[in-house]
Nanobody
Framework: HLVESGGGLVQAGGSLRLSCSASGFDFSAYTMAWFRQAPGKEREFVASILWSGGTTDYADSVKGRFTISRENAKNTVYLQMNSLKPEDTAVYYC????????????????WGQGTQVTVSS
């Protein structure tokens, strides 16, 4: 069970921090990721973090602006989003898969309901 929070409306250049709270599985043994889906577009990979927190991966479109992190003691993963652009507007989803990092959505086992992020120009 994954529950996202922290979405909202922000002006271009602003920041948001998304959180995803997990339950019902061994969070510390799962890779966590964020995906997003804009209207009329396919779901796309944003960022992922290994179960240990020691390895991260980012889509080229967000590198240098977004940071993924996790607190295993709190069963929570975060996505800090800075320098937001209108093209970042989408529903952001939290996802989980056992052990290794992956960048395609069908490799993830658990999904949250999503949180809307809207960036105005």
């Amino acid at each position: 069970h994954l529950v996202e929070s922290g979405g909202g409306l922000v002006q271009a250049g602003g920041s948001l921090r998304l959180s995803c709270s997990a339950s019902g599985f061994d969070f510390s043994a799962y890779t966590m990721a964020w995906f997003r889906q804009a209207p009329g577009k396919e779901r796309e990979f944003v960022a992922s973090i290994l179960w240990s927190g020691g390895t991260t991966d980012y889509a080229d479109s967000v590198k240098g602006r977004f940071t993924i992190s996790r607190e295993n003691a709190k069963n929570t993963v975060y996505l800090q989003m800075n320098s937001l652009k209108p093209e970042d507007t989408a529903v952001y989803y939290c996802a989980a898969r056992p052990l290794t990092i992956a960048t395609t959505w069908d490799e993830y086992r658990y999904w949250g309901q999503g949180t809307q992020v809207t960036v105005s120009s």
